[in-house]
């Protein structure tokens, strides 16, 4: 079984991009699931109904969430009634949505959880403790995908070893950045600190630049639109041994 995880979508630009080459990539890869990063799909930050309705329509099965995920107010219907836009399961369960989804295609089942890290971002549940919690709730799934939306790259491989053996694989998100350290970890369950982005290539984490220099060096509030330019995607196919669940291969892929 082949899954595509596609790193943090930015701006229309990047749906665009998305909308573009998703359907290739399904077929070359034979992809059987697909999971989308899509906090940041809307221009200017977090995500819109439209944009996740755009990335639904080009072949995203599951779009996951992070920190952005609750700042546009249309969107809380839609991660209420939605049960594949999901939002990481570790914010209050006050919090519109959940992080939890199963994708039935009838001969297999494949869970995919959503979570956020707490190191250097909000102090939110415990991420380690709240995914023992859903793999023991949902029994124990043969096939089980984790995007881990975090900023520190060791709470990100701390969480893959400890839940190495009991899932399918994990992979990061939000750094907006693509890491080289694809591995299997020895219980088997797939790794990548950072899945990357998938957005405007001449720009900072797809950001304008001008505005991320003023921001850094000025230090003063902006505001944030998304750069213009050529899109690169960022993603990783990762094969599942059909017997046991587990990783078989992590490959990344850079598309400009
Ligand atoms: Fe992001
Ligand atoms: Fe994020």
Same mark, same amino acid.
């Given at each position: 079984?082949? %899954?595509?995880?596609?790193?943090?979508?930015?701006?229309?630009?990047?749906? !665009?991009?998305?909308?573009? &080459?998703?359907? $290739?990539?399904?077929?070359?890869?034979?992809?059987?699931?697909?999971?989308?990063?899509?906090?940041?799909?809307?221009?200017?930050?977090?995500?819109?109904?439209?944009?996740?309705?755009?990335? =639904?329509?080009?072949?995203?099965?599951? *779009? #996951?969430?992070?920190?952005?995920?609750?700042?546009?107010?249309?969107?809380?219907?839609?991660?209420?009634?939605?049960? #594949?836009?999901?939002?990481?399961?570790?914010?209050?369960?006050?919090?519109?949505?959940?992080?939890?989804? %199963?994708?039935?295609?009838?001969?297999?089942?494949?869970?995919?959880?959503?979570?956020?890290?707490?190191?250097?971002?909000?102090?939110?549940?415990?991420?380690?403790?709240?995914?023992?919690? &859903?793999?023991?709730?949902?029994?124990?799934?043969?096939?089980?995908?984790?995007?881990?939306?975090?900023?520190?790259?060791?709470?990100?491989?701390?969480?893959?070893?400890?839940?190495? $053996?009991?899932?399918?694989? &994990?992979?990061? #998100?939000?750094?907006?950045?693509?890491?080289?350290?694809?591995?299997?970890?020895?219980?088997?369950?797939? =790794?990548?600190?950072?899945?990357?982005?998938?957005?405007?290539?001449?720009?900072?984490?797809?950001?304008?630049?001008?505005?991320?220099?003023?921001?850094?060096?000025? !230090?003063?509030?902006?505001?944030?639109?998304?750069?213009?330019?050529?899109?690169?995607?960022?993603?990783?196919? *990762?094969?599942?041994?059909?017997?046991?669940? !587990?990783? #078989?291969?992590?490959?990344? &892929?850079? *598309?400009?």
């Amino acid at each position: 079984m082949n %899954i595509l995880c596609v790193g943090d979508v930015v701006g229309s630009s990047g749906c !665009k991009f998305l909308r573009n &080459l998703l359907p $290739g990539i399904k077929q070359e890869y034979s992809v059987d699931v697909c999971i989308v990063n899509g906090e940041n799909a809307a221009d200017g930050n977090g995500l819109t109904l439209s944009a996740a309705q755009h990335m =639904f329509d080009s072949g995203a099965d599951v *779009i #996951t969430g992070g920190n952005h995920i609750f700042r546009r107010q249309e969107l809380y219907e839609m991660l209420d009634s939605s049960p #594949t836009l999901l939002r990481p399961a570790n914010y209050p369960s006050s919090a519109p949505g959940n992080g939890v989804c %199963i994708i039935d295609r009838g001969s297999y089942q494949v869970t995919i959880i959503n979570l956020i890290g707490v190191v250097y971002m909000e102090p939110l549940a415990c991420p380690f403790d709240t995914l023992d919690i &859903l793999i023991n709730q949902a029994g124990n799934p043969k096939f089980c995908i984790v995007d881990f939306h975090a900023e520190a790259t060791a709470e990100k491989k701390a969480l893959a070893y400890h839940a190495d $053996g009991r899932i399918s694989a &994990l992979f990061g #998100t939000h750094t907006h950045v693509q890491t080289a350290d694809e591995q299997i970890l020895p219980g088997g369950t797939g =790794f990548i600190t950072d899945a990357g982005m998938t957005g405007p290539l001449n720009s900072v984490l797809g950001i304008r630049p001008e505005q991320a220099i003023a921001k850094m060096h000025g !230090k003063l509030p902006v505001r944030f639109s998304t750069a213009d330019g050529p899109c690169m995607l960022n993603a990783v196919v *990762i094969t599942l041994s059909d017997m046991t669940g !587990k990783t #078989t291969s992590i490959k990344r &892929l850079i *598309i400009k």
